[in-house]
């Protein structure tokens, strides 16, 4: 369909719902005479007159009502296939490559991106899971979700959700051992830490409280890793308490196989934080993942703002 006639339509569905000729000049930022002059041309070409009008009436004609019903249709289609055409136009695409902390990759991180990819196929994904904080962007990494405030110069930052610290055992440990009732008696248990790559730094500063009152408690583990997925194997199989992040054991937590430890305290907040190089943060395949996770980390119900 020729420009022209795309916009003849366009005008004569202004000009039957404005209802007038002076009240279409108006809402077309015209004046009265072009009106009358476009609608002349129009009714011209078809060979039918379009709009019965004279000093006290305006109306479409019958030809003119099956024409505006018409052009309704007509343009609605044209709007929506133009539309549709320029979304395809800028649908992300390409490769995405993400790194994420081993738990929170695998159980979190890992799900969505299965949703992700089937709403947008056009996207190669890869998923990339290390011990928190061993990610970099030599790594060639699109976007790194981190637990804790990144440090990377030059970096954009995104705060995604945040959780806590929660101390957890088994009810098999607790039955053995019996419930702590305060911080302090968590070191008459046996406690399970986590070390720091690299530097072997050892996690052993819990930090509990309820609101008001806050302890730091320091540990002596009988059991300790690097590993967050082993650390929390072994609270699972019962060989003692361990201060591990909601998000991670919230599932143990509903079903049974795991308790809480000093149920009205909770250990310090934690932030969930996307890192992206400043050259990637423009593309729309990011910026259409961070998008999506971003409803999606919140309403999973142990994430919050």
Same mark, same amino acid.
């Given at each position: 369909?020729?420009?022209?006639?795309?916009?003849?339509?366009?005008?004569?569905?202004?000009? #039957? @719902? *404005?209802? !007038? =000729?002076?009240?279409?000049?108006?809402?077309?930022?015209?004046?009265? &005479? $072009?009106?009358?002059? /476009?609608?002349?041309?129009?009714?011209?070409?078809?060979?039918?007159?379009?709009?019965?009008?004279?000093?006290?009436?305006?109306?479409?004609?019958?030809?003119?009502?099956?024409?505006?019903?018409?052009?309704?249709?007509?343009?609605?289609?044209?709007?929506?296939?133009?539309?549709?055409?320029?979304?395809?136009?800028?649908?992300?695409?390409?490769?995405?490559?993400?790194?994420?902390?081993?738990?929170?990759?695998?159980?979190?991180?890992?799900?969505? #991106? @299965? *949703?992700? !990819? =089937?709403?947008?196929?056009?996207?190669?994904?890869?998923?990339?899971? &290390? $011990?928190?904080?061993? /990610?970099?962007?030599?790594?060639?990494?699109?976007?790194?979700?981190?637990?804790?405030?990144?440090?990377?110069?030059?970096?954009?930052?995104?705060?995604?959700?945040?959780?806590?610290?929660?101390?957890?055992?088994?009810?098999?440990?607790?039955?053995?051992?019996?419930?702590?009732?305060?911080?302090?008696?968590?070191?008459?248990?046996?406690?399970?830490?986590?070390?720091?790559?690299?530097?072997?730094?050892?996690?052993?500063?819990?930090?509990?409280?309820?609101?008001?009152?806050?302890?730091?408690?320091?540990?002596?583990?009988?059991?300790?890793?690097?590993? $967050?997925?082993?650390? /929390?194997?072994?609270?699972?199989?019962?060989?003692?308490?361990?201060?591990?992040?909601?998000?991670?054991?919230?599932?143990?937590?509903?079903?049974?196989?795991?308790?809480?430890?000093?149920?009205?305290?909770?250990?310090?907040?934690?932030?969930?934080?996307?890192?992206?190089?400043?050259?990637?943060?423009?593309?729309?395949?990011?910026?259409?993942?961070?998008?999506?996770?971003?409803?999606?980390?919140?309403?999973?119900?142990?994430?919050?703002?």
């Amino acid at each position: 369909m020729a420009d022209d006639q795309t916009g003849d339509l366009r005008f004569f569905i202004s000009l #039957i @719902e *404005a209802g !007038s =000729l002076t009240a279409a000049a108006r809402s077309l930022g015209s004046s009265p &005479a $072009a009106i009358s002059r /476009h609608l002349a041309r129009l009714e011209k070409r078809l060979g039918s007159t379009l709009v019965i009008r004279n000093t006290r009436h305006f109306a479409p004609s019958e030809t003119g009502r099956v024409y505006y019903e018409n052009a309704l249709g007509i343009v609605a289609e044209i709007d929506q296939l133009e539309s549709e055409i320029a979304a395809a136009a800028h649908a992300p695409r390409g490769s995405l490559n993400v790194g994420a902390p081993v738990e929170i990759g695998r159980y979190q991180i890992a799900p969505f #991106i @299965e *949703a992700f !990819s =089937l709403k947008h196929p056009q996207i190669n994904i890869s998923l990339a899971v &290390a $011990a928190e904080g061993l /990610h970099n962007f030599s790594d060639c990494l699109d976007v790194i979700l981190r637990l804790g405030m990144p440090d990377e110069a030059g970096a954009v930052v995104t705060r995604l959700a945040s959780t806590t610290r929660v101390l957890c055992a088994s009810p098999s440990y607790l039955a053995r051992r019996g419930v702590p009732a305060s911080p302090k008696d968590l070191l008459d248990h046996d406690c399970l830490c986590l070390v720091r790559n690299k530097t072997m730094t050892l996690l052993n500063k819990w930090v509990i409280g309820d609101g008001m009152d806050t302890d730091i408690v320091s540990i002596k583990p009988r059991l300790s890793t690097t590993s $967050a997925e082993i650390l /929390h194997d072994w609270i699972l199989s019962g060989q003692g308490i361990g201060y591990k992040l909601l998000c991670d054991v919230h599932k143990d937590l509903e079903n049974g196989q795991l308790i809480r430890v000093l149920p009205n305290m909770r250990g310090e907040t934690i932030d969930l934080y996307a890192v992206q190089p400043t050259r990637q943060h423009a593309r729309a395949s990011v910026q259409a993942f961070l998008r999506e996770l971003k409803p999606y980390i919140q309403n999973l119900g142990f994430f919050y703002l």
